[in-house]
């Protein structure tokens, strides 16, 4: 229906955004509260109070179709139950799609945000007219999502594509998840930060330390960017470990999936974003596969508002 609208639900640790949706991907108004995480009741009330937000907003002529929703996991996207999330205590096997019907009567789909993401820029993003695709989101962590023929791939129990948590150094760093060598621990932005802080023992004249107020703890990946740009030597070593280990890991993807497209979003990618050809450059040493110059890689085309587009995308809005 041309006046459908679909309202898409980003729920983090600290907030709930939330945006009204039409069928072409458009985010049309948006809604932010904060998230209560330790109370399960008061959490509910707080989606409900961005949703309520929206609905006041929706005029007579158009309806809302459905509600999509990005929740932290762990959690199961065909009952909707949220399992045990780390930064949301209280939802412990919550039914969120259950209360979330109870209040509005309406269709109502959970996923992840990765996977969600996923399915926006498959539909409406930078993997629009794409068959299979890989989504990564690079910032404090790695998340991805793979979509299929217009499909998220869950896997059997819905736990597939935690692509962030592959290994590709096994005497690596151990990451939080308790692996060690994980994508994630190695080329996430605290990762790039940390390399460089290490450097700048052996390298006290870099820029970085100046950016850093003096301080090596206070380097940021924004700083290496920036460093870089400025022809940091210690900011060029960081940044060449981090586009090897970053090309390493996408290309056991491309041999995994050969996908049509990859896509990268998150907060680091504007730092990424000049390098994209020379990650591509380096699939043709770390990857089997005899075609890695045909497949792009691509900036994700929602940013901040990844959360909102793929909690969106959950609902049929055709």
């Not at 680091?268 to 000049?274: C, R």
């Amino acid at each position: 229906m041309q006046n459908s609208l679909v309202v898409g639900v980003d729920i983090g640790g600290t907030k709930v955004a939330a945006g009204l949706v039409d069928s072409r991907g458009q985010i049309l108004v948006r809604s932010r509260t904060p998230m209560v995480a330790d109370d399960a009741a008061r959490g509910l009330a707080a989606v409900s109070a961005a949703i309520r937000e929206l609905v006041s907003q929706v005029l007579e002529t158009q309806k809302i179709s459905a509600i999509g929703v990005c929740a932290p996991g762990p959690l199961n996207p065909i009952t909707g139950v949220i399992i045990n999330p780390p930064n949301l205590p209280a939802w412990h096997n919550f039914p969120l799609a259950d209360e979330l019907r109870r209040l509005y009567s309406a269709p109502v789909k959970i996923d992840n945000d990765a996977n969600a993401a996923a399915l926006a820029e498959a539909k409406w993003g930078a993997g629009r007219g794409h068959r299979n695709v890989f989504y990564a989101t690079i910032g404090t962590g790695i998340g991805t999502g793979i979509v299929f023929d217009g499909k998220i791939y869950h896997g059997r129990t819905g736990s597939a594509a935690e692509g962030g948590h592959m290994g590709v150094d096994a005497g690596g760093p151990l990451c939080p998840c308790g692996k060690r060598g994980c994508i994630e621990v190695l080329a996430a932005g605290p990762a790039i930060a940390r390399r460089a802080r290490q450097k700048l023992a052996q390298n006290p004249k870099s820029m970085l330390l100046e950016m850093a107020g003096g301080d090596p703890q206070a380097v940021t990946s924004e700083m290496v960017g920036k460093a870089y740009a400025a022809g940091d030597a210690v900011a060029k070593d960081v940044m060449t470990e981090t586009l090897d280990l970053l090309a390493y890991w996408l290309g056991s993807v491309v041999d995994l999936l050969e996908p049509d497209v990859i896509v990268i979003g998150g907060g680091v990618s504007s730092l990424l974003a000049p390098f994209l050809d020379e990650i591509r450059g380096r699939w043709k040493g770390a990857c089997l596969n005899p075609y890695p110059d045909e497949i792009p890689l691509m900036l994700a085309h929602y940013k901040e508002d990844a959360g909102i587009a793929g909690a969106a995308a959950l609902c049929d809005t055709e």
